[in-house]
């Protein structure tokens, strides 16, 4: 389908005269849910082929977990937000707080359905909203962007090659909760999911609400340039944003970014790239402890082979901390242990390349080592700390703090101001730490000029839970993007939020499903799909079996 037929097709479409209701939006779900079922293992088959791993059960699992499971978590909870709206309003799981300066804290997880209180033990995030946005109003303006049934508008989205759910979840994020027409155009990396996705969503596709084409850099321009697409979404790097809003070199993007005139004068939202920092506060860990956050951080470098916005990029430690040598040996112990994957995203050879300094070996399967570089000087190696690297390696800084609160608001600072990117971080920090200088943590928390701060677990837990909205932090413009502009997810349909932060404990159990060890990780995996698929006690007590197994 050309970008003229599809936009015509869409513009003809009879929900355009009808509109999109909530009831509407509800069923086109619930039918979603069910053609999803039927083309699940079709969709990770094609995602391990894709990634040059076929039938391996690690990749599958992960294949399913970061897509058939995430979008049909997506369909329950918009499904549930849907429902609420038509009767009183979205429904956060519990009464709002303030932070120590005021600010209105809302409860996002766990949601009281979808057996998350079990599913997720010891989780818990919330939303920490804009200043000046109070309790009574956190919606601002999404129920009433819910409740509009017109559908006048047309929307490009450019989908992500890596994770298979993304391009999904945005797609679905503006026809369920905006009543726009949505053109996907795949990315050339993981087009091979077109047909699949055209059969999973046919209900959204016959109900005249999404059409999905392939091709390149041509057929992309094509679309955002077609004066009947009204807005356009990227997710994507922060250099391919700007190519598409500011011109197609460095030269005449600066030129136009001074200027301030885009190539692209549509309303642009975008989710971008991110030196994602993991912070390691100093304190007296158990070995237990050290081993579990290694495995986190290891598992957060390695998994979908690193070709993630939101791997661990960088490790900040304290140079004082007695532990340090220790803990960083067991994240190489891990990183060791994990098979080597082949590098599936285009580049990554030059990339590793670029960031190590190193020749990658030559490997007839096309697989690149994990690299894990210790010591390194964020005044000296400015690519490690300016540049998101999209392969897996990281790097690791230390600095020099003779208190563990010191530490921690010098590494705070050290994020904000050194490190590119402000979508996501995470902290792990000593109970007895937690315990005495709890007030410190939250206002460190606080300063952290990032969209998403987990405490303990990795930010890619915080993306899959879709309660969170997920993007940049708020404030970015399309001359300095950071992250990108707006945010998707957010199923309870927060409005000007400003962070939301995820904590757990520092020791998971049982074994987080997207650790390389868990070897029951595909069944785990399978039976949370059924689970969200139609929700039933037995079929968690079949998700929890497998887990406990595991």
Excluded at 73 to 81: H, I, N, V
């Amino acid at each position: 389908m050309s970008v003229n037929e599809a936009i015509d097709s869409l513009l003809k479409a009879e929900v355009r005269k009808s509109g999109l209701t909530i009831r509407k939006r509800y069923i086109l779900c619930k039918r979603s849910l069910d053609t999803l079922a039927e083309m699940a293992e079709s969709w990770i088959e094609a995602g391990s082929l894709g990634k040059q791993c076929p039938g391996n059960a690690t990749v599958l699992a992960e294949e399913m977990l970061t897509g058939p499971v995430t979008v049909a978590r997506l369909l329950r909870l918009a499904s549930k937000s849907l429902e609420q709206v038509a009767m009183n309003g979205p429904k956060p799981p519990g009464a709002c707080k303030e932070t120590q300066n005021g600010q209105c804290i809302v409860p996002i997880f766990p949601t009281p359905y979808l057996w998350d209180r079990f599913t997720f033990m010891w989780l818990s995030a919330a939303a920490i909203m804009q200043p000046g946005v109070s309790a009574s109003k956190i919606h601002g303006h999404w129920v009433q962007s819910v409740t509009d049934a017109k559908v006048n508008k047309v929307v490009a989205v450019l989908g992500a090659g890596n994770v298979s759910a993304v391009p999904v979840t945005d797609s679905l994020h503006r026809i369920l909760f905006q009543s726009q027409q949505v053109i996907l155009k795949m990315n050339p990396v993981n087009d091979y999911l077109r047909p699949i996705f055209e059969k999973a969503f046919s209900p959204f596709i016959e109900e005249g609400m999404l059409r999905i084409i392939s091709g390149g850099t041509d057929i992309g321009t094509e679309l955002i340039q077609h004066p009947n697409v009204a807005e356009v979404h990227i997710t994507g790097s922060t250099q391919s944003h700007d190519r598409i809003v500011w011109g197609k070199d460095t030269h005449e993007q600066e030129t136009n970014k001074a200027a301030n005139l885009p190539v692209l004068t549509k309303p642009v939202t975008s989710e971008l790239g991110n030196v994602t920092p993991w912070i390691v506060v100093p304190g007296s860990y158990t070995l237990r402890q050290l081993d579990s956050q290694a495995q986190h951080i290891a598992a957060s470098i390695t998994n979908n082979a690193g070709f993630n916005c939101l791997s661990t990029r960088v490790v900040v430690t304290s140079s004082q901390w007695p532990q340090r040598t220790e803990f960083l040996s067991l994240i190489e112990k891990h990183l060791a242990a994990t098979p080597l994957r082949p590098a599936y995203y285009p580049g990554a050879a030059d990339r590793y390349r670029k960031f190590t300094g190193q020749n990658p070996p030559s490997d007839p399967t096309n697989r690149l080592p994990w690299a894990f570089i210790k010591n390194q000087d964020s005044t000296k190696q400015l690519n490690l700390f300016e540049e998101e690297t999209f392969v897996g390696v990281c790097a690791e800084t230390n600095l020099e703090a003779y208190s563990p609160d010191t530490f921690l608001k010098g590494a705070v600072d050290f994020c904000n101001q050194r490190l590119a990117g402000t979508l996501c971080a995470s902290l792990t920090i000593p109970n007895d730490f937690q315990r005495t200088k709890r007030d410190l943590i939250e206002q460190e928390i606080q300063r952290l000029r990032y969209a998403t701060v987990c405490v303990n677990q990795w930010s890619g837990l915080a993306y899959s839970l879709l309660t969170p909205p997920w993007g940049g932090y708020p404030g970015a413009t399309l001359q300095e993007i950071e992250s990108g502009i707006g945010s998707v997810h957010n199923t309870f349909l927060l409005d000007r939020h400003e962070k939301s932060v995820l904590r757990g404990p520092l020791v998971t159990f049982p074994k987080p499903v997207w650790f390389p060890t868990n070897r029951n990780a595909l069944a785990i995996a399978r039976h949370l799909f059924a689970l969200y698929q139609r929700p039933s006690l037995a079929r968690f007590l079949k998700l929890l079996g497998s887990a406990v197994t595991a």
